[in-house]
């Protein structure tokens, strides 16, 4: 009936638009469109490698860790080096801490506001201070701005907004989640001290480099970084976990909306050096069946992309070039396929590959979930299943901080040291908080060759593929029910449980070079 | 809203000395609240950007955040925070474009593509795409201050950084007072700036007017100092000892710390609230808060890893910043 463009997609990372075919009142057709586009590899090319690690963090300002760990990876294996011991759990305590950063972020600040009602303040009557002060905020807001020049922003940020009867109604749950929001803006705050305790800073840490970190790990440090996770702890399992089942309990449409099945894993944490065991596992799953991850497979086709190159090549072959105003194509981004099939990856992608791996904990935390809803495993494909997903890898997560705190050596070198060569290839893969993310290295003269990141929001946002099949955001889209074109609220609530990072996903230029083949492992 | 000096130069972070914040309408009364509804609005837009900025924005402290936003100013547009997505989001910057108004700060975050309009796009407007360099010239026009937020906005940054093949800037990305070519633009560079450095500056404007300046028309407050002179490590330096590897004890200088060549203040005032620092965490300074990053007239951050230091120390390595100039620290 109507086509609908949403532009901008808010309250994610970075430029998107989505635009959406309504059909009696449910969506037929939808297209994912990024909106940015910054050419950093062609930038990175002729550099010094070691550059690398840092340059490669300003591709994403939400997560630069994982990208500052893929590109050390990716340098090390350039170097043929391995990092030590101290260096791989410093790296995973950083990552850690930026995971719970990014999680709680995506709940509480980007996700929360498409459910929770936040004029619902103006009904509080409770006595708590802080609420009160907000809703004095609020009501003052409303009232001295009324037929100003100003009206429309009364409540900026948070208002003005989509209207319409299809938030939480009622109010003790609406205040509990406004509370979660303001209490949830300094628990991630305190998770960047921990990220900055290793990193030097945060975001941008300066010390990830080829061979580890360069913070020692000092009795100082550790200190610093285990002060805030009780408390982190407390948070995620007391007030996170549960205003999770509680948005699930009110919008329990959303476990059949939004469905997606197919998933790809490089495997979170490292648990050896090898890049073998993983604390959530590598793998590829299609529905409940899961597989062994084969790189070989990974292809990127640029049909429907602002692009004027090949398509369908392996990420180092490419000899992409950006395309203003290229006919037919709608996007910036590519889309990577897995023996020509469109992949989700992201924490439910983790949780369901690590559930079908057999893993202990991850198959506890589930089944717990599921049992308080009365659903089975098919529920988990599904916008609310990507809300739980990354609920539960918090938890696992916190929970599992210490024991990697306890296996450093105290005062022992934070890392291995190198020589660059004159010539390498070298590839590193990590679990971004939103997905597989590869970067690829070719170094000639000691320096940077050619540089490659296929990163986590292509393949979820990307297009549809040189077969014209959808991207896994675009086929997650198909059927939501959209109960007011004017205020397509659900669309924006599935797209946003992807956590689309799109800073990430399009900065992608392919130099004109051959890299050659890879092995991973 | 006012403030005695003290207390208005802790608001600043003048200090380096944790204080707590009075916080000035909390213990108010109503009428305050009403005057917080007569907060300053904020425009703030993402250009070519990696959100890395408004990140670490959020780890503002004392005042934190959230009282920033609902005490100090008005935060009327800014994608990654919002309530309103696709047209309800829009309407707000065409709110004021259509009525001029001149009521608020435009904030720009991320450099601004000139090559193609469609490399950054936000919003649609009459069935067409508006590129950032759309929004920011009509925003821009009636802006009673403007802002570069990070070094994109500043200076370009890497969007706008030199591929070595000589091949140009793939999107023809500029700052924000290359783009608005005789405005006054003030800049708050670094990648990421400290969101003391943010909020301070911006309440500074607010509340007091524009603050003093250096060259770069950086908050002299902020930028003033080498990092060097202020260095964790700068006893190391005076006393010879240098880190042959990351990870060692001593002066980073041998490995290609540039913060000889940089001027911020985080060695004293630390990331996070915390303990560290880019040059106490044993990496070093990157030089982030300077025109010449990441580019360093192609002496890339880290090249002298391997150096000896008599030959990293020729003037052809060194970068030219004025402070070396301003009879620098050089010599520590």
Known sequence: ?521 | MSFNRRDFLKLMGGTAAAFTFPSVLLQGCKKALEKAADRTAVIWLQGQSCSGCSVSLLNKIEPNIATVITEFISLNFHQTVMGGTGDAAISVLEDAVEKNRKDFVLILEGSIPTKSAEYCTIGEVNGRRVGVSEWVTKLSANAKAIVAVGTCATYGGVPAAEPRDGSGNPTGAVSLSQFVKGKTVLNIPGCPPHPDWIVGTLLHVLLKGMPERDEYNRPLLYYGKTVHEQCERLSDYKAGRFAKHWGDEGCLYNLGCLGMDSCCDIPVRKWVGGNNSCTGCGGGCIGCTEDVFPDYGKRGIFKHLTAQRAKFIKPEHRVPVYNLRNGGVING
Request: glycine letters at 10%; one cysteine or more.
């Open chain 1, 1 to 521: 009936m109507a086509k609908v463009l949403i532009d901008p997609i808010t309250r994610i990372e970075g430029h998107l638009s989505i635009e959406i075919d309504v059909q009696n009142g449910k969506v037929a057709d939808a297209w994912s469109i990024g909106d940015m586009f910054r050419g950093f590899e062609r930038i990175f090319v002729g550099r010094n490698p070691l550059d690398a690690n840092q340059l490669t963090q300003r591709i994403c300002g939400v997560c630069p860790i994982s990208h500052g760990i893929a590109s050390s990876k990716c340098l090390e294996s350039a170097f043929g080096i391995k990092p030590n011991d101290n260096g791989r759990i410093l790296r995973n305590l950083m990552l850690a801490a930026n995971y719970l950063h990014s999680h709680l972020i995506h709940f509480y600040h980007l996700a929360a506001l498409d459910y929770v009602d936040i004029t619902a303040l103006l009904k509080y009557t409770g006595g708590d201070s802080k609420i009160n002060n907000l809703k004095a905020w609020v009501e003052s807001e409303v009232k001295v701005k009324k037929g100003r020049i100003d009206s429309l922003t009364a409540g900026a940020p948070f208002l003005p907004r989509y209207e319409g009867n299809f938030y939480i109604k009622d109010v003790d749950t609406n205040i509990d989640a406004i509370a979660g929001y303001v209490k949830a803006l300094e628990m991630r705050m305190k998770a960047h001290k921990m990220v900055a305790a290793i990193g030097g800073r945060s975001p941008h840490a300066i010390g990830l480099v080829a061979g580890g970190v360069t913070q020692v790990p000092t009795r100082a440090m550790i200190r610093e970084y285990k002060k805030y996770i009780g408390e982190l702890e407390k948070f995620i399992n007391n007030v996170y976990m549960n205003h999770v089942i509680a948005v699930a309990k009110t919008f329990g449409d959303y476990f059949k909306i939004g469905s997606f099945t197919n998933f790809l894993s490089y495997g979170l944490f490292d648990l050896d050096n090898e890049d073998k065991k993983f604390f959530l596992q590598r793998g590829v799953a299609y529905g409940t069946k899961v597989e062994p991850f084969d790189h070989t497979k990974i292809r990127e086709q640029v049909r429907f992309g602002r692009y004027s190159s090949g398509s369908n090549l392996y990420p180092h072959d490419g000899q992409t070039q950006a395309q203003p105003g290229k006919g037919g194509a709608y996007t910036w981004l590519k889309a990577p396929r897995y023996d020509n099939i469109p992949l989700e990856v992201g924490p439910l992608a983790r949780v369901v590959i690590s559930y079908l791996s057999g893993n202990e904990s991850v198959k506890r935390e589930v089944d717990g979930l599921l049992k308080i809803f009365n659903a089975d495993i098919s529920a988990v494909f599904s916008t609310l299943g990507r809300h739980a997903a990354r609920a539960i890898e918090a938890k696992l997560i916190v929970a599992a901080m210490p024991e990697w705190i306890d296996e450093l050596e105290v005062n022992g070198k934070p890392r291995n040291t190198f020589e660059i060569p004159n010539e390498g290839k070298g590839m590193g893969l990590v679990e971004a908080s939103r997905g597989a993310l590869g970067h690829w290295i070719v170094v000639k003269d000691k320096k940077i060759a050619n540089y490659q990141a296929v990163v986590p929001t292509t393949w979820f946002c990307g297009p549809r593929g040189d077969d014209g099949v959808k991207g896994p955001v675009e086929q997650a889209l198909i059927g939501t029910p959209i109960s007011d074109p004017k205020n397509p609220i659900e669309a924006a609530r599935v797209v946003r449980s992807f956590d689309p990072c799109i800073a990430c996903a399009v900065h992608v230029v392919e130099g004109d070079k051959e890299i050659g083949t890879f092995r991973v492992c």
